[in-house]
């Protein structure tokens, strides 16, 4: 019994074996029966089943499975420098993927970073140049495969596209295929990518073919406008100094400070009396409203009070004004009466709408004459 299951054992070895190199020449599985074809039940008949079955199921998986490919034109590149990667999707059953994505790149390794992480950085600083003919505008767009154009290779489907890109930090950096439905293609390949720093010598030599020689200096002619600059620094001297010489001997006239000191100061005392007299001739009264009277005449009271005491009479209620005079001892008692007769007819007549009678009038000029004359020293 151990000899024939032996012999089974070693038998089905080989036509695994055999079987291997077919599954790589099919492209679908069509019938289970097809491959029982190659394993025949013999005696061990559940084992020849069940081998039969998972080999199916597992080369339904392999084929069934996406395979991407990519190609790249340049291997090493410096800072900056265009590639092109050709990319290339194959599917047996396009249904199966509806969206594909290449926002992946931008996680591609840098295998230098672990090396020495203080110079290299660790993912790519990677930018997509072109699409053509697809429509990118960037790395984290989603596309429809129905977009896309397919290119048929019998039963299968096939999608290809040519990226250009360009990296801009140094490093070896692993490229992945792009994503399908967000998930990666575990049957698909990477490549690498090396990108350099340009050397001193060969930046210099591109300085050199790029640039043009240095081409000596122009020197123009001298002209007659060269010297204006000069010419209009010493007239600006001249005028200074005509200018210093005429204000130097110009006599200055002293007229008018000898006027401004002879004009005698009038004192609170002249002010007052004068404005009294100018109010008594106009007999305002007469013609106006007795409230103007009134407060033409109480404001010459309350300015001789202040420019005689110091007091601020005219900011001054009636009340205030009296006890202010009252307090600092300013005026005797019969002056202070007279006061406080102006000023409370006055409030009367402005805030009561009280008329005084004709004969009141001069008394009003009296009074306040006086109260001028007798408070004057």
Partial sequence: MDLISLSTSDSYILKLHAFSKKIKKMTKVKNILHLAHYFPLKPNRSISFLLNLFLCCYAGIIIAQPICELKSDKKTVLIGEPFDITFSLTL?????????????????????????????EPMADIELLSSVPWKINELSEVIPLQDLSILKTGNQKKYTNTFTFAIYNPGIFLIPCPLLDSMEIKNGSQIFIEVTVPRQDSIQNMVKDTLYPIKPIIIEPTHWTDYLIYLYILLAVFIFYFMYKYFKNKPVKKMETDTI???????????????????????????????????????????YIKNRFDIDAPEMTTHETIETLKINNLVDAVLLNSVRNILSVSDLVKFAKAKPTQDMYQPFFDNLREFIEKSKS
């Fill in 261 to 303: 000191q002879q004009v005698p100061v009038k004192s609170a005392y002249e002010i007052a009396l004068e404005k009294l007299n100018e109010l008594e001739a106009s007999k305002m009264w007469e013609t106006s409203d007795p409230k103007d009277f009134q407060t033409s005449l109480t404001f010459i009271l309350r300015e």
């Fill in 92 to 120: 047996d059953d396009p249904n199966t993927v509806k969206n594909l994505t290449y926002q992946n790149i931008k996680n591609s390794s840098n295998t230098l970073f672990a090396k020495d992480s203080s110079f290299f």
